[in-house]
T-cell receptor, first 112, second 115 residues
Framework: GQQLNQSPQSMFIQEGEDVSMNCTSS?????WLWYKQEPGEGPVLLIA?????ELTSNGRLTAQFGITRKDSFLNISASIPSDVGIYFC????????????FGQGTELSVKP | EAGVTQFPSHSVIEKGQTVTLRCDPI?????LYWYRRVMGKEIKFLLH????????ESGMPNNRFLAERTGGTYSTLKVQPAELEDSGVYFC?????????????FGEGSWLTVV
């Protein structure tokens, strides 16, 4: 089946640093989504991208929908301890029906 | 407004036993999804209900897994008999319309450990 390759798998950074993670696919998606999962919680939507080339921000988070429709990145600026969690990218395509395809997740640790 | 709720939050069972997970979607959401994440891997799609009908069950691992959504409201996911590789967190999610253009809301997950 379709797969999303998400990298890096984990990151250990100092508070205040910027973070970047990305997802690539061999297939085209029509929607890219970025979720965050905190311990004991379910994934929560951070940013949704609907058009190729779209660049969207949500506070300190910025995400882009790649021009080729096969990739997306998420940047977090000036990280803080509460940014800790697992970040997942997810893609949806018209030929996917109702399902989202998720990446493997990027586990972020922030040292105060 | 209540979010997606799942029960139980944690379950530890022995291999060969049966476990039933329950999901209550957000009221009014016709679309209900089950996903699973095995430790360190991606969140994988299991199946999708539209009201009480199974729209897509292509992600169900095998016939030990049975999902139902009686009356188009809550859903159950039964694993019988459970195997060690079934351990993981099972997420339920719901949305008003189909995925893509509509926000999917996830529950907190049911964490299953098979020993």
């Amino acid at each position: 089946g379709q797969q999303l390759n998400q990298s890096p798998q984990s990151m250990f950074i100092q508070e205040g640093e910027d973070v970047s993670m990305n997802c690539t696919s061999s297939s085209i998606f029509n929607t890219w989504l970025w979720y965050k999962q905190e311990p004991g919680e379910g994934p929560v939507l951070l940013i949704a991208l609907y058009k190729a080339g779209e660049l969207t921000s949500n506070g300190r988070l910025t995400a882009q929908f790649g021009i080729t429709r096969k990739d997306s990145f998420l940047n977090i600026s000036a990280s803080i301890p509460s940014d800790v969690g697992i970040y997942f990218c997810a893609g949806w395509g018209y030929n996917q029906g109702g399902k989202l395809i998720f990446g493997q997740g990027t586990e972020l640790s922030v040292k105060p | 407004e209540a979010g997606v709720t799942q029960f139980p939050s944690h379950s530890v069972i022995e291999k060969g036993q049966t476990v039933t997970l329950r999901c209550d979607p957000i009221s009014g959401h016709d679309n209900l999804y089950w996903y699973r994440r095995v430790m360190g891997k991606e969140i994988k799609f299991l199946l999708h209900f539209v009201k009480e009908s199974k729209q897509d069950e292509s992600g169900m691992p095998n016939n030990r897994f049975l999902a139902e959504r009686t009356g188009g409201t809550y859903s159950t996911l039964k694993v019988q008999p459970a195997e060690l590789e079934d351990s993981g967190v099972y997420f339920c999610a719901s949305s008003q319309g189909a995925a893509g253009g509509n926000t999917i809301y996830f529950g907190e997950g049911s964490w299953l450990t098979v020993v």
